[in-house]
């Protein structure tokens, strides 16, 4: 499991960051380094890998670190009217600015307030070039924790990244947001790495099958199991590792996370064979 890039997105409460979390436990149990990388503006990444609090409070988003977006970029953060790099130099940053705990390094990238259509900042720059570096030039694992888009991912970004995994719930409204990620991972030529992951699911077959007909052509990972044991994990800022009654819990994971491996796997054996 060694070097993948999984990107990881979907709607507001579906679960993502619980996804990336216990995925990125599972990696580094195994003996893996992993960068776990929170790029949802509602940052809960480091919560949900169960990482001490005082661990977790110690985490600046870079996006909001304003020593940082100028000396890189050369412009001052939410100052308008200037003239920055678009491609500054972010090489050493998770070195200096990733939090590490049990084999995992965390990095929060931060919101960025948008005006209009999107961001034409120094902080988005920056991040959108860190994320880069991350993907195309980090031999260790890195699992991003995205929001319901690919707001930092691009073309020359998108070509390191091993999967896109859009993480829905069984409702036709989340489902709906899947599909819009699918649309935005179709312009980035990322068609053929796109997966589903069914979470909170109190049907497996029905859901399924619902999902299938829903995004039809699209890999269906498998289905994690609604419990009510995430709410109580959440509500303490905890993982579903520190209880003691959850392993067939993380067995679902594990099962889906196998799954994904194996088809990258193959998708980069068929690829070989072709070349």
């Known amino acids: 499991m060694s070097g993948l890039k999984i990107a990881i997105s979907g709607k507001g409460g579906v679960g993502k960051s ?16 992993v960068y776990a990388i929170d790029a949802d503006p509602d940052a809960n990444l480091s919560h949900a890998l169960g990482m001490p609090r005082v661990l977790a409070d110690s985490i600046k988003p870079l996006a909001s670190d304003d020593a940082l977006v100028e000396e890189r970029t050369g412009a001052k953060r939410g100052a308008t009217g200037q003239i920055f790099s678009l491609a500054p130099e972010v090489a050493d940053i998770a070195e200096k ?16 307030k948008k005006g209009g259509a999107g961001c034409a900042c120094p902080e988005s720059a920056l991040l959108r070039s860190l994320v880069r570096h991350l993907v195309l030039h980090e031999n260790e694992t890195v699992i991003l924790d995205m929001e319901a888009g690919v707001e930092h991912l691009g073309r020359a970004t998108a070509a390191g990244v091993d999967a896109l995994v859009a993480v829905t719930e069984p409702g036709t409204r989340s489902l709906e947001t899947a599909l819009h990620i699918k649309k935005l991972a179709a312009d980035i030529g990322l068609s053929g790495r796109f997966f589903l992951l069914l979470n909170k699911v109190r049907d497996s077959g029905k859901s399924a099958e619902t999902a299938k007909m829903f995004i039809p052509d699209v890999p269906l990972l498998g289905t994690i199991p609604f419990d009510d044991r995430f709410i109580i994990a959440d509500e303490e800022r905890k993982s579903i590792f520190d209880y003691p009654d959850t392993p067939e819990l993380i067995r679902s994971f594990k099962q889906t996370l196998e799954t994904l491996t194996d088809s990258i796997s193959a998708r980069q054996n068929a690829t070989k064979e072709l070349s």
């Open 18 to 33: 619980t996804v990336a979390a216990v995925w990125s436990r599972l990696i580094a149990d195994q003996g893996f380094p």
């Open 97 to 112: 600015y990733a939090v590490s705990w049990n084999k995992i390094r965390v990095l929060v990238l931060g919101a960025i």
